[in-house]
């Protein structure tokens, strides 16, 4: 059984950090493309970032976060983290890990196969 469980969201002020984890279980953790989604409130679920698996490098952020969060993983902790700075109001948001068959890099959901439950960020002004 396939399983993704999302961690270290919570409450903070604007311009604060938090680092969410997410821990998969029930796959080859290390050949999966993972990546991080998030919905705001009354707003469609949007893609924030993504990291390879197997033996590529790159990583991808969304321009709205792109200088501020980092996508990194840990293959011996089957783990995948998504560091955020410099929050903003309009981060909050749920925000969700998911796992990925295709290797090269996507945005689209589609292509996303297993899903986290998520975990809730909000952010004071």
């Known amino acids: 059984q396939v399983q993704l469980v999302e961690s270290g969201g919570g409450l903070v002020q604007a311009g604060g950090s938090l680092r969410l984890s997410c821990l998969v279980s029930?796959?080859?953790?290390?050949?999966?493309?993972m990546g991080w989604f998030r919905r705001a409130p009354g707003k469609e679920r949007e893609f924030v970032a993504a990291?390879?698996?197997?033996?590529?490098?790159?990583?991808r952020e969304a321009d709205s976060v792109k200088g501020r969060f980092i996508i990194s993983r840990d293959n011996a902790k089957n783990t995948v983290y998504l560091q955020m700075n410099n929050l903003k109001p309009d981060d909050t948001a749920v925000y969700y890990c998911?796992?990925?068959?295709?290797?090269?890099?996507?945005?689209?959901?589609?292509?996303?196969?297993?899903w986290g439950q998520g975990t809730q960020v909000t952010i004071s002004s």
């Open positions: 998911a796992a990925s068959w295709l290797w090269s890099y996507s945005p689209a959901e589609r292509h996303y196969s297993n």
């Open positions: 990291i390879s698996g197997g033996t590529l490098n790159w990583t």
């Open positions: 029930g796959l080859t953790f290390n050949t999966y493309t």
